[in-house]
């Protein structure tokens, strides 16, 4: 797959974003799957990963261009994990969705502090999921 330069946010709307690998982090086996379906109907390459520990790992292995994050998991929360993968300088830049069944503020808020970029309500639908990967993604 070519590689293609940074895109300014103006010219990111251009670019197709088939290709982009995606990480899905949540604890319940039917999101991860529904996102998988949905990512790769949309021409997209998924890793699943069912917590943040196991999350942690991919991230290095995988270098995702993009990645969902459940906040509500068992060992190490949503916030913590996206925490972590932002503190590191490789994947600072690599933008975080945070998933979650409740629709806060509260929540919205928390998981812009720890560097997250938006936020999607869970259940999603295959064009929200989609839209937020057009609005994230550009292709490395």
């Not at 196991?54 to 995702?64: C, F």
């Not at 190490?76 to 830049?93: M, P």
């Not at 812009?112 to 064009?127: A, C, E, H, I, N």
């Amino acid at each position: 797959m070519p590689h293609l330069p940074k895109l300014q946010n103006e010219e990111r709307h251009q670019v197709s974003t088939t290709g982009l690998k995606v990480l899905v982090i949540d604890d319940s086996n039917t999101i991860r799957r529904s996102a998988e379906i949905f990512l790769k109907q949309g021409g997209h390459e998924v890793m699943l990963a069912e917590d943040g520990f196991d999350a942690l790992s991919k991230v290095n292995d995988y270098q995702p261009n993009l990645i969902f994050c459940d906040i509500l998991m068992p060992r190490l929360d949503g916030y913590q994990t996206c925490a972590i993968i932002k503190r590191n300088a490789r994947f600072s830049s690599v933008p975080v969705v945070m998933l979650s069944s409740k629709d806060g503020v509260f929540d919205k808020a928390r998981g812009r502090m720890v560097g997250s970029q938006d936020y999607l309500t869970k259940p999603f639908t295959k064009d929200q999921l989609l839209q937020t990967v057009q609005q994230f993604g550009t292709a490395k």
